[in-house]
C-alpha cells in the first residue's frame, strides 16, 4: 500500500473529498427514509400442503387409495424431505416438507413440479374423491388485523360489510392483499323426513336428482340476425330459496313440489369450520398483509387513517376494533436502534473528548453517521430493509464503527507531535495503518461469515447478521482512509512539537509497562502461546454451563394459549370451552384484547 495512498489522494483533491463527504450524508439520509421496515426478516417457507376429501370413505381407505399414491408421486421431487400425513374418515390432509437446504429460489420450482404431479396422479384416484387441492402460501405475515362485531345482526350483513371494507383497505398504498376470516358460507338446506317419503314412495335419490337437473346451467344456441348475434339462455337456475321449493318431484306418477314434502330453508353452514371471537363476541377478523420491502410505520399510519374513515361509516350496531398492528412494534424497534445510536456516539464524543480533545472528538465522532449513510445505502441497493435482525446487526456494529477513525486519527496526531505537516501526517496514516486496520476488519467480518451462508431457514432468516455487519466495518475503513484524514486536515487544532521526538512520546509508565508485558510474550512464546491455549479450553467448557437460545423470546406483550379437545369433539362444544377461557381472560386487569380462533 506505499505506493497509492488513498488518503493522500484524497486531500490532493480536497474539493471532491467534501463533494463525496456532503453527497454520501444526503445520500443515506434519503436511503433511511425511504428503506422498507418490518418487524421480522423475509424467508422462504418450505411447506405445501393438499387436501382432499371422498365422502363416505374410512380413514384406512383414504390412506391406502387415496393419500399412498399421492405421497409416492410427492417423493421424486428433487428437494423432497418428507410428508406427513393424516386422515380420518371422509378427508386426508398431507403437509409436503422439502429440504431445509433447498435453495430459496427452487422452492417455487419445486411446488409447481408437486402440483404437477399430484395433478397427474389426480384422474387414478378412485371416483369421488373431491380434490386434491393444494396450499402453498404459508409466507403471507398479517401486518394489521382488524374485527368487526355486530352482536344480533345476521351473519350475512357483517359479510357484506367486511368485503366493503376489505375493498377499501386494498386501496391504501402498501397493502398488498386482504384476507376475510371467520366467514361462513350460505347454505339452502333441505330437510325431508326418511318415513314421510317412505309412504309416498319417493327415493331420497330422485329428489337429489330433480334439484340438480333444475340447477343446471345448460347451453340454449344462439340466432344469428342481421345484424348480431343473439345467444339464448332458459332461466332454470335458482334465483332464491323459494325456486328451490318450486322444484317439481316425479314419483310413481304424481307431481309433487318440494316445499310439500321437505323443508327448505335458507342458513349457514352447519356445523362451522371456522369460528373467530373478539371480545367475547363472534366476529369477522380482517388481515391487511403488507407488499414487500414496504415501509412499516408509513402502512401502520395509512391503516390507522383509513380504519377512522370506516368507523365513521360503520352501520349502526357495527363496530371495528384493532387486534394487532405491527407498525407499533416496528416503530419500538426504530426507536431502540436510535436510541442506542444516540447512546454511542454519545460515548464516543465524551470519551474522545476527554482523552483527545474535542477537535479530535469531532473528526472521530463525524466516521459513524458517515459510515451508517453508507450502510444505508448499500442496504437499499441490495433490497435489504430495517427489520429486528438488520438493527441488531447496526446496534452490533455501533461498538466497532469507530476504532479505525480513532487509530487514524491518533496516528495524525503522534506525527504531528514529531514535528510534521498535518498534511504528511494525514497521509501517514494510509501508510502505517490502512494494511493492519483491513486485515482486522475482514477478521471480524468472517467470524460472522457462516451465519451470512448458511444454507436453511435460520441461515435465511438471520443472514442480515453478517452482512449488515459487513458492509458496516468496510464502510467504516473506507471512511477511515478517506474522510478521516480530511477532516483531521480541516479540524484539529495545532498541536506543538513534542521535544525529543518519537521516543520522547512514549515514554511513559503506563507505555513502558505495556512495552515491558508485549517484550515478555515475544521472549517467551511458548508459554504465551500455551496460555492462550489454556484460556480458549477453559471457555470451551465454560460455554457448557451457559444456557444456549438461537434467539431470545420475543418481547411483545402477548400470550397464546392452544386448546385441543379429544378427536371428534363437536366444534359447539370447542367453542363453550373458549368462550369461558375468554371470560376469564376478559376480568384480567391485564387483558387488553382477547381472540379466538376455533
Not at 35 to 48: H, N, Q, S, V, Y
Not at 284 to 295: E, F, G, H, R
Not at 321 to 337: K, L, R, T
Not at 385 to 407: H, K, W
Amino acid at each position: 500500500m506505499d505506493r497509492f495512498n488513498l488518503s493522500a489522494l484524497a486531500l490532493r483533491h480536497r474539493a471532491v473529498t467534501l463533494f463525496l463527504i456532503i453527497a454520501l450524508a444526503l445520500a443515506g439520509a434519503v436511503a433511511f427514509l425511504q428503506l422498507g421496515r418490518a418487524e421480522d426478516p423475509k424467508f422462504t417457507i418450505k411447506i405445501m400442503t393438499f387436501t382432499a376429501a371422498w365422502p363416505g370413505a374410512t380413514a384406512r381407505e383414504m390412506q391406502d387409495l387415496v393419500a399412498d399414491p399421492l405421497e409416492r408421486r410427492l417423493q421424486e421431487l428433487r428437494y423432497y424431505d418428507r410428508v406427513d400425513t393424516y386422515t380420518r374418515p371422509g378427508f386426508a390432509f398431507i403437509t409436503l416438507w422439502v429440504r431445509d437446504n433447498t435453495p430459496p429460489a427452487q422452492v417455487p420450482e419445486q411446488f409447481y413440479q408437486a402440483r404437477k404431479k399430484v395433478g397427474d396422479e389426480t384422474p387414478k384416484l378412485p371416483r369421488g374423491v373431491i380434490g386434491p387441492f393444494a396450499n402453498d402460501e404459508y409466507a403471507d405475515v398479517s401486518f394489521a388485523i382488524y374485527a368487526l362485531r355486530a352482536k344480533g345482526l345476521p351473519h350475512r350483513e357483517m359479510v357484506r360489510v367486511a368485503d366493503t371494507m376489505r375493498q377499501r383497505l386494498l386501496h391504501v398504498p402498501g397493502v398488498q392483499k386482504v384476507d376475510i376470516l371467520g366467514e361462513q358460507a350460505q347454505r339452502i338446506t333441505v330437510d325431508f323426513d326418511p318415513a314421510k317419503l317412505a309412504t309416498l314412495g319417493l327415493d331420497p335419490r330422485t329428489i337429489i336428482a330433480s334439484i340438480r337437473e333444475q340447477n343446471d346451467i345448460a347451453p340454449s344456441g344462439a340466432v344469428d340476425t342481421k345484424a348480431s348475434r343473439v345467444d339464448l339462455r332458459v332461466d332454470n337456475g335458482y334465483q332464491d330459496v323459494d325456486a328451490v321449493r318450486e322444484t317439481v318431484v316425479a314419483a310413481n306418477g304424481r307431481s309433487l313440489r318440494l316445499g310439500d314434502i321437505a323443508d327448505v330453508r335458507r342458513g349457514y353452514e352447519d356445523p362451522p369450520s371456522f369460528i373467530v371471537h373478539n371480545g367475547g363476541e363472534r366476529a369477522l377478523l380482517l388481515s391487511v398483509v403488507m407488499k414487500p420491502n414496504w415501509n412499516g410505520p408509513e402502512l401502520g399510519k395509512a391503516l390507522a387513517k383509513q380504519a377512522a374513515a370506516i368507523r365513521a361509516d360503520l352501520p349502526l350496531g357495527m363496530t371495528l376494533a384493532s387486534v394487532s398492528d405491527q407498525s407499533v412494534n416496528i416503530n419500538e424497534a426504530i426507536d431502540e436502534f436510535m436510541l442506542k445510536f444516540v447512546v454511542a456516539l454519545a460515548v464516543v464524543m465524551i470519551v474522545s473528548l476527554i482523552g483527545l480533545g474535542w477537535r479530535v472528538g469531532l473528526v472521530v465522532a463525524a466516521a459513524v453517521p458517515l459510515t451508517l449513510a453508507g450502510v444505508f445505502l448499500v442496504m437499499q441497493a441490495t433490497g435489504r430493509e430495517f427489520d429486528r435482525i438488520s438493527l441488531g446487526a447496526l446496534i452490533l456494529a455501533l461498538g466497532l464503527l469507530v476504532d479505525d477513525a480513532i487509530i487514524a486519527v491518533e496516528m495524525m496526531v503522534v506525527k504531528m507531535e514529531e514535528g510534521w505537516d498535518r498534511v504528511r501526517a494525514a497521509g501517514y496514516a494510509w501508510t502505517a495503518t490502512a494494511g493492519p486496520m483491513l486485515s482486522g476488519t475482514l477478521v471480524t467480518i468472517i467470524a460472522l461469515m457462516p451465519v451470512g451462508f448458511a444454507q436453511s431457514s435460520a441461515g435465511e432468516y438471520a443472514g442480515n447478521i453478517f452482512w449488515v455487519v459487513g458492509y458496516a466495518l468496510i464502510i467504516s475503513w473506507v471512511v477511515a482512509v478517506l474522510f478521516t484524514p480530511y477532516l483531521g486536515v480541516k479540524l484539529l487544532p495545532e498541536i506543538p512539537r513534542h521535544e525529543g521526538g518519537h521516543d520522547a512520546i512514549y515514554d511513559t509508565p503506563l507505555y513502558g509497562r505495556l512495552r515491558g508485558a508485549v517484550a515478555w510474550s515475544v521472549d517467551h512464546k511458548w508459554l504465551a502461546a500455551a496460555i492462550v491455549c489454556v484460556a480458549m479450553l477453559v471457555s470451551i467448557v465454560g460455554m457448557g454451563f451457559v444456557a444456549k437460545q438461537f434467539f431470545p423470546s420475543s418481547d411483545r406483550p402477548e400470550v397464546l394459549v392452544e386448546v385441543q379437545l379429544p378427536e371428534g369433539t363437536a366444534i359447539a362444544n370447542t367453542e363453550a370451552v373458549a368462550a369461558r377461557m375468554e371470560s376469564w381472560l376478559a376480568k384480567q386487569a391485564e387483558a387488553k384484547v382477547v381472540t379466538t380462533y376455533v
